[in-house]
C-alpha cells in the first residue's frame, strides 16, 4: 500500500511540472534572456526589443528579437535586415550576421546571430545595431566587452589571401565527457560583406597546458552549411581547455589558431 501511495504522489508531481513547463510563455522565456536594449521606430508605433543569452562579447552572440506595439502586444514581424555595425575614428565596418528565424521560444520572436570582431571602447570604437522596420531606417546603440576566453581568431591566408574569422558556436555549456563541438567560418570580403565559408576543412587537437595533455575520441569538424562545421570534443576532466584548430582549403593550409574552453 506503501508503494502504490509513493507511485500516486510521485505521478501528481511530476505531472504538475509539467504543467508548470507548458505554462511559461515565450514572454517569460526571454525575460531570463539579458536585455540588450530598445528602440522606437520613427512613427513611434513600434518598440523593438533585443535580448541575448548573455551579455554582448567578442565572438558569437545570439540574438532575439521582438516587436511590439504601444500596447505591448506582440507583432510577429522580424525586421527587413538587421546588421551589426562598427564606428571606428578612420572607417566604419559590418561583421558576420546569420538571420536564424523564428525562435524556439515562440511565435513573434526571432533569432539571430552575430560574430563581434573587436570591443567597444567609448566613442572611439563603437557598435550598433543597424535595423529597417517597415521601411524605417534604425540604429540601436550597443556594448560590446572583451571575451575572458578567446572564442575567435582571425588570418589572412598566404596562399589565397582570404581573410576569414573563425567563431567558436558550441560547447556553450562544456562538460566532461563527449561534447559537440560547433564553429562558423566568415570571410571579409569587404567592411560591409562578410559571406559564410563552407569549403575549408578543419583538423583540431585539444590542449589542456596546465596538464600537458590531449583528450582522445574526437571528431574533426565538417561543413553542415551556411558557413557551420559540427563535429566531437572530448573534455577528459574539466578545467582550462585549447582547441588548436588548422584551417585547409584544397589540403592547402590557410591559416590556424584556437579557442579557450573553462569549466
Keep these: 500500500m506503501k508503494s502504490v501511495c509513493l507511485f500516486f504522489i510521485l505521478f501528481i508531481f511530476l505531472a504538475a511540472c509539467d504543467n ?7 514572454i517569460d522565456l526571454l525575460s531570463e534572456k539579458e536585455h540588450i536594449g530598445d528602440i522606437s521606430s520613427n512613427d513611434n508605433s513600434l518598440i523593438i526589443s533585443v535580448f541575448a543569452d548573455d551579455a554582448l562579447t567578442v565572438g558569437y552572440n545570439r540574438l532575439y ?6 500596447n505591448g502586444n506582440t507583432i510577429d514581424q522580424a525586421p527587413n535586415t538587421l546588421m551589426p555595425h562598427m564606428y571606428m575614428p578612420s572607417m566604419e565596418h559590418a561583421a558576420p550576421m546569420e538571420s536564424l528565424g523564428a525562435s524556439s521560444l515562440g511565435e513573434g520572436i526571432y533569432e539571430y546571430a552575430m560574430v563581434f570582431t573587436m570591443p567597444s571602447e567609448g566613442e572611439m570604437m563603437r557598435w550598433e545595431i543597424w535595423l529597417d522596420v517597415e521601411g524605417q531606417e534604425l540604429k540601436m546603440p550597443i556594448t560590446v566587452a572583451p571575451s575572458s576566453k578567446k572564442r575567435m581568431f582571425s588570418f589572412v591566408s598566404e596562399t589565397s589571401g582570404k581573410k576569414l574569422f573563425i567563431a567558436l558556436v ?3 555549456e562544456p562538460k566532461v565527457g563527449i561534447n559537440d563541438f560547433e564553429l562558423a567560418i566568415f570571410e571579409k570580403k569587404s567592411m ?3 559571406p559564410p565559408v563552407d569549403y575549408c576543412t578543419i583538423s583540431f587537437e585539444p590542449e589542456m597546458p596546465s596538464m600537458g595533455h590531449g583528450s582522445p575520441n574526437n571528431e574533426y569538424p565538417v561543413s553542415i552549411g551556411n558557413g557551420h562545421y559540427k ?3 572530448n573534455f577528459t576532466m574539466d578545467g582550462l581547455w585549447q582547441l588548436n ?13 584556437y579557442f579557450e574552453i573553462e569549466f
Excluded: A, F, H, Y
Aim: glycine letters at 8%; a negative charge; proline letters at 6%.
Design 231 to 233: 563535429g566531437k570534443v
Design 20 to 26: 508548470d513547463s507548458e505554462d511559461i510563455s515565450p
Design 245 to 257: 584548430l588548422i584551417i585547409n582549403e584544397n589540403n592547402i593550409e590557410e591559416g590556424s589558431g
Design 192 to 194: 560591409m560583406e562578410w
Design 65 to 70: 528579437v521582438r516587436t511590439t506595439d504601444l
Design 170 to 172: 558550441d560547447p556553450q
